[in-house]
């Protein structure tokens, strides 16, 4: 369709690849209908009109911009934490009621450090206008952390063998948080499918028993518990052990409930969330 951007979607796709196509959208495509049927649905866009753009920036003779903002003494020159931005390029700002107070930053880091200083602030990535309103678009940092925190749930299934879905109920919604915390911290997750094992925390709902919860574990290199390397087969026990024990009290310091065996000998098990 000349002009305009289709996103197909058929049965089968996960979040992770929705998250990756829509990334390779050009900048501003606007959604306007979508069509389908039972074996594809397919979202259409268009480019951003040329009234509704990003305001063509005033180039400096190096390329660059950095726009004056209102009641921001200064604002119109290079300072630490600015960076100049080409013409139509989104980058991280500093808002206020919608409206940009500080900036551009030449990252996250940059617009958070502003934040710290400017009470009632936020952190927001998109264009400026000329009045100093942000046109907020998603941010490339947001994009990658939902691309990463999509594989690493992916790799949690349900004690049926069945892949993981949050919404099923308290135990699986329990789950996926308890995941994405762990991958906050950048601890790994183990993932069953991979044709390359390398081990990690393994996440497990339970829902037999008075708790119902996520059980924790730990799985070695096949290389280890096979015995290969780090002396013998019986080697990795204490190790696994160990791992969950860690595991459990760094869930426990981000605030999660859990519960630990009687008599020492299951896995801890994740009751709650903060």
């Not at 389908?36 to 649905?41: C, E």
């Not at 925190?149 to 919604?173: F, G, I, K, Y």
């Not at 574990?217 to 019986?234: L, R």
Request: hydrophobic share 40%.
């Amino acid at each position: 369709m000349t002009g305009l951007y289709e996103l197909v979607i058929v049965p089968g796709a996960t979040p992770d690849d929705l998250i990756t196509a829509s990334a390779d959208l050009p900048v501003g495509a606007v959604f306007i209908h979508f069509y389908g049927d039972q074996h594809r649905s397919v979202l259409v866009f268009r480019p951003r009109p040329a009234r509704d753009a990003a305001p063509a920036p005033a180039t400096a003779p190096a390329g660059g911009w950095l726009p004056a903002l209102p009641g921001v003494p200064g604002s119109d020159g290079p300072s630490a934490g600015r960076m100049p931005v080409g013409r139509g390029v989104a980058a991280w700002w500093t808002v206020r009621a919608g409206r940009a107070v500080d900036g551009p930053h030449r990252d996250q880091l940059d617009a958070l450090i502003s934040v710290r200083t400017r009470p009632g602030s936020s952190a927001a990535y998109g264009w400026l206008s000329p009045d100093g309103s942000l046109a907020a678009r998603p941010a490339p940092e947001d994009l990658a952390w939902e691309r990463l925190v999509s594989r690493m749930r992916a790799r949690v299934v349900e004690e049926d063998r069945t892949p993981l879905v949050p919404e099923r109920d308290r135990v699986s919604t329990l789950a996926a948080r308890v995941a994405d915390a762990l991958t906050a911290v950048g601890l790994p997750l183990y993932d069953p499918h991979s044709p390359e094992p390398c081990g990690g925390v393994t996440l497990t709902p339970t829902r037999t028993g008075e708790l119902p919860g996520v059980a924790l574990g730990w799985v070695t290199h096949p290389h280890m518990a096979h015995g290969v390397i780090f002396g013998g087969g019986e080697a990795d026990r204490p190790v696994v052990t160990m791992m969950a024990e860690r595991t459990a009290e760094v869930l426990a310091s981000m605030g999660f409930t859990l519960n630990r065996p009687a008599d020492e000998l299951g896995p801890p098990l994740v009751i709650g969330g903060p």
